[in-house]
């Protein structure tokens, strides 16, 4: 298996306030990792450190090896990133937002037309490229969100709660989109709802106050909204929102 991302002992503060702390991670291809816990829990913080769109304060972080630090810019070039509120533009239709996206990307011009394509084909949007992104109902926006994501075709996709906001049909959509999406890349999502990790995840990471209090695969998680968590010998119950 290729190893995406590694992460090592991250850490980030706010002032004297500390978001995250000492999370280690690694992502395969193939792998969605779930991060779960309520809300302040560190995993907006988290997913924009693995982003790039935040420094850490401490740590380290590679993507296919290339230090996220170092060479950013080598490093961003194989990830996509779809943020908790994308910013999609109302007024735009759906292929030119995406030829927006594409130039952002620093696509070759000439592949534009092409990654277009395939990006809207792979989340659904074959018949949705003159349409106002205005007039998308809130679960084709994030297809579209996903597809700006793609672009690239990026080895690793970063979601911040992908299915937030989403009527039950639109997320059981997003989520079979993403499985498939996972068929060649490595996914990792937030979400404050245990069901819809183990729907999709195939491994669940639970943050509380800015630590790794569980990581295990998803399987191992129990149904419920109260989790009693083994940390260093002593059992606690988490509850999750
Ligand atoms: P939610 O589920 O509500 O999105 P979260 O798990 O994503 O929560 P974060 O948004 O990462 O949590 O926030 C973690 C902590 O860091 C919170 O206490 C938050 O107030 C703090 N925090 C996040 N961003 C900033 C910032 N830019 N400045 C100061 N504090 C911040």
Redesign the pocket.
């Known amino acids: 298996m290729e190893t995406l991302l590694r992460v090592t002992d991250l850490s980030r503060d706010?002032?004297r306030?500390s978001?995250?702390s000492g999370v280690d991670l690694c992502l395969e291809r193939g792998q969605v990792l779930g991060l779960l816990?309520?809300?302040?829990?560190?995993?907006?913080?988290?997913l924009r450190l693995l982003s790039g769109l935040l420094a850490p304060t401490s740590g380290r972080i590679e993507i296919l090896g290339l230090d996220l630090t170092h060479r950013p810019l080598a490093a961003k070039r194989h990830l996509g990133y779809l943020p908790?509120r994308p910013p999609l533009h109302p007024e735009l239709r759906v292929d030119e937002y995406l030829t927006h996206c594409a130039h952002l990307h620093r696509l070759p011009r000439r592949a534009i037309p092409e990654a277009i394509a395939t990006a809207k084909q792979r989340c659904g949007l074959e018949d949705q490229g003159r349409r106002l992104i205005a007039k998308l109902s809130r679960g084709y926006r994030q297809r579209l969100g996903l597809a700006q994501a793609i672009l690239h075709r990026p080895p690793l996709l970063i979601l911040d709660?992908p299915t937030e906001g989403l009527d039950p049909v639109q997320m059981r959509e997003l989520r079979r989109l993403i499985r498939d999406l996972a068929r060649d890349s490595g996914i990792i999502l937030?979400s404050?709802l245990l069901p819809e990790v183990q729907s999709v995840c195939d491994r669940v990471m639970i943050?509380h106050q800015?630590r790794v209090r569980f990581d295990a695969e998803t399987h191992a998680a129990r149904p419920t909204n109260l989790w009693r968590v083994r940390l260093g010998g002593e059992t606690h119950v988490m509850h999750l929102n």
């Open positions: 706010f002032g306030h978001a995250l816990g309520p809300n302040g829990a560190g995993k907006t913080t988290c908790e709660e937030s404050h943050l800015g």
